[in-house]
C-alpha cells in the first residue's frame, strides 16, 4: 500500500513537473523556448489559482447570505457575546477627566516659596565701595599717605 502511494505521487510530479532536461547541453534559443513554456505554464498555473480562490469567496459570501436569511426567518439570532465593563469604574473616570480639563494646567505646577530665591545683601556695607571700584583704591592710597 505504501508502496502503491509512493509511485502516485511520483507519477503525479512526474505529470505535474513534466521530463528531466538537461540544460548544459541546450542551445540559447532552446533555453530561450523552455523559459517562455515554463513562463506560460506559470501565468495559466496563476490565473487558475486566482479563478479558484475567487470562487471560495464567492461561495463562502453566499453561504454567510444564506445562513443569516435562515436565521431571519426561523428568528433565531446568534447574539455576539458582550464584553462586561464596570459602570462605576468608567463614571470615575470620566469624573476625573472632567476635572482635570476644568482645572487646567495650574494643578501640575509646583508650588515655590517666595524667599527660596532671594539674594542676601548685607545692609550695613552700603558706604563702603567695593573691592574692585578705583574710589576705594584712592582712599586706601590717600591712607596709606597720611
Same mark, same amino acid.
Given at each position: 500500500?505504501? =508502496?502503491?502511494?509512493?509511485?502516485?505521487?511520483?507519477? #503525479?510530479?512526474?505529470?505535474?513537473?513534466?521530463?528531466?532536461?538537461?540544460?548544459?547541453a541546450?542551445?540559447?534559443?532552446e533555453? #530561450?523556448?523552455?523559459?517562455?513554456?515554463?513562463?506560460?505554464?506559470?501565468?495559466?498555473?496563476?490565473?487558475e489559482?486566482?479563478?479558484?480562490?475567487?470562487? #471560495?469567496?464567492r461561495?463562502?459570501l453566499e453561504?454567510?447570505?444564506?445562513?443569516?436569511?435562515?436565521?431571519?426567518?426561523?428568528?433565531?439570532?446568534?447574539?455576539?457575546?458582550?464584553?462586561?465593563?464596570?459602570?462605576?469604574?468608567?463614571?470615575? =473616570?470620566?469624573?476625573?477627566?472632567?476635572a482635570?480639563?476644568?482645572?487646567?494646567? %495650574?494643578? %501640575?505646577?509646583?508650588?515655590?516659596k517666595?524667599d527660596?530665591?532671594?539674594v542676601?545683601?548685607?545692609k550695613?556695607n552700603?558706604?563702603?565701595?567695593?573691592e574692585?571700584?578705583?574710589?576705594?583704591?584712592?582712599?586706601?592710597k590717600?591712607?596709606?599717605? =597720611?
Amino acid at each position: 500500500q505504501q =508502496e502503491a502511494k509512493a509511485a502516485e505521487r511520483r507519477r #503525479v510530479i512526474l505529470e505535474r513537473t513534466g521530463t528531466k532536461k538537461n540544460f548544459d547541453a541546450m542551445s540559447e534559443s532552446e533555453l #530561450v523556448s523552455v523559459c517562455k513554456q515554463l513562463h506560460d505554464r506559470l501565468k495559466s498555473l496563476e490565473n487558475e489559482k486566482w479563478d479558484l480562490e475567487y470562487a #471560495v469567496k464567492r461561495k463562502d459570501l453566499e453561504i454567510h447570505e444564506l445562513s443569516s436569511q435562515v436565521s431571519d426567518t426561523r428568528g433565531k439570532f446568534v447574539k455576539p457575546p458582550l464584553k462586561r465593563v464596570p459602570k462605576y469604574e468608567q463614571k470615575i =473616570e470620566r469624573m476625573l477627566l472632567n476635572a482635570r480639563k476644568e482645572v487646567g494646567f %495650574t494643578v %501640575t505646577l509646583k508650588s515655590v516659596k517666595r524667599d527660596q530665591f532671594k539674594v542676601d545683601e548685607p545692609k550695613d556695607n552700603k558706604d563702603q565701595a567695593p573691592e574692585w571700584s578705583w574710589k576705594k583704591s584712592s582712599a586706601v592710597k590717600e591712607g596709606g599717605e =597720611e
